[in-house]
C-alpha cells in the first residue's frame, strides 16, 4: 500500500510533466504506443469503472446542497464551452476535420483531472466531484445533441450512434462501478488506493495512443491546433471565474467553477474521434489532454502560491501583535 501511496502521489504531483513525457514519446517514437490507438475506449472504460468505484449514492447530496451551482457549471460546459469552440473554429477558419474534433472537446463532460485539480488549487472539491459526475452521467444524452447543433454543418452526425458509444464508455462502466461499491464497500477500500494510479495509465494509455496514430498531422498542423485549444481552454477558466465573480461565490467556490468550464473529458473526445470520425478529428481531443492537464497543474500551483503568500501576510501582523 505504500508503494501505491508513492505511485499515486507521483502522479498527482508532477501529472502535467508525466503528459508532456508521454506525448513526446509518442511523436518521437510513434511505433512504441501506436499499439494503444485501437483500445482508447477501452482504456476510458476503465478511467469510468475506477470513477464509478469512487463514488457512492450518498455523494450526490451535494446536489441538493448546492443545485443552482451544479446546474450553472452543467449550463457552461454544455452551454458555452460548444459556443466556443464552434467561434474559434470560424473565427481561425479551421478545416472541417479539426473544426469537428473541437467542438466535439466543447460537446463533452467535464474532465476527471478537474476533481485533483480543484484540489491542488484549494477549490470547493465536493462541488467539483457533484458537477463531473452529473455531467458525466447525462452526457449520453447531452454530448450528442450539441455536437450535433454545432458540428451539423460540416458533417451529418448520427446522435443514436454516438449516444451507444458513450453509454457504453462512460455509462454503462461508472454504473457498474457504482453498484459494486455499494454492494462490496469494505472489499472496494481494501484496493482503492491503486485506483488514482490505474486510473492515471488508463488516461495517459489513451493520449500515447491518439497522439502516435496522429504523430504527422500533428507535426505539420500541431501549432494552430495547440492554439485554438489552448484559447478554448481558456474561455472556459475566464466565463467559469467571472460568473464565480458576478454571482459573489467565495474563492474556492469560483476556482472549482473555473476548473470544472474550463478543464473537458478530452480523453472522451478523442476515443469517440477515432471511433466515429477520422484519426485528424482526434487531433483536438490528444491537444487537449496535454493542454487543459498542463495550464490546470499551472493554474492550481498559481493559487496555492497565491493562498500561502496571503497567509504569510496575514500571521506577520498577528505575530507582532503577539510581540507587543
Not at 189 to 200: A, I, R
Amino acid at each position: 500500500m505504500k508503494y501505491m501511496n508513492s505511485l499515486n502521489g507521483l502522479f498527482t504531483n508532477y501529472l502535467a510533466w508525466i503528459v508532456i513525457v508521454v506525448a513526446a514519446v509518442a511523436l518521437t517514437l510513434p511505433d512504441s504506443l501506436l499499439w494503444a490507438s485501437p483500445y482508447t475506449a477501452l482504456f476510458l472504460q476503465i478511467v469510468m469503472f475506477t470513477m464509478g468505484l469512487t463514488m457512492k449514492v450518498s455523494d450526490f447530496a451535494a446536489v441538493f446542497k448546492k443545485p443552482w451551482l451544479v446546474l450553472l457549471v452543467f449550463v457552461m460546459q454544455f452551454g458555452f464551452m460548444p459556443v466556443s469552440a464552434f467561434l474559434l473554429a470560424k473565427a481561425f477558419s479551421l478545416p472541417p476535420e479539426i473544426a469537428l474534433g473541437l467542438i466535439l472537446v466543447g460537446a463533452v463532460p467535464g474532465g476527471t483531472s478537474s476533481n485533483v485539480i480543484t484540489y491542488l488549487a484549494n477549490g470547493d472539491v465536493p462541488l467539483s466531484i457533484t458537477a463531473t459526475s452529473i455531467s458525466t452521467l447525462l452526457a449520453p444524452i447531452f454530448t450528442p445533441l450539441v455536437f450535433m447543433f454545432y458540428g451539423g454543418e460540416y458533417l451529418d452526425i448520427s446522435f443514436w450512434s454516438m449516444f451507444q458509444s458513450i453509454v457504453q464508455v462512460v455509462l454503462i462502466p461508472i454504473v457498474l462501478g457504482l453498484v459494486i461499491n455499494s454492494l462490496f464497500h469494505n472489499h472496494v477500500k481494501k484496493v482503492e488506493g491503486t485506483l488514482p494510479t490505474l486510473s492515471s495509465v488508463a488516461v495517459l494509455l489513451v493520449l500515447g495512443g491518439t497522439v502516435a496514430i496522429n504523430q504527422e498531422s500533428l507535426i505539420h498542423t500541431g501549432a494552430l491546433v495547440f492554439l485554438v485549444v489552448f484559447l478554448h481552454n481558456m474561455s472556459g477558466y475566464a466565463v467559469g471565474y467571472i460568473v464565480g465573480k458576478l454571482i459573489r461565490t467565495n474563492k474556492a467556490t469560483t476556482r472549482a467553477m473555473a476548473l470544472e468550464t474550463g478543464i473537458q473529458n478530452t480523453g472522451l473526445a478523442a476515443s469517440l474521434a477515432l471511433t466515429h470520425f477520422t484519426p485528424t478529428t482526434a487531433l483536438a481531443g490528444a491537444a487537449g489532454t496535454i493542454v487543459h492537464t498542463l495550464f490546470g497543474t499551472i493554474y492550481a500551483n498559481l493559487c496555492r502560491k497565491k493562498d500561502i503568500k496571503k497567509a504569510e501576510e496575514v500571521s506577520v501582523p498577528n505575530s507582532l501583535e503577539s510581540a507587543s
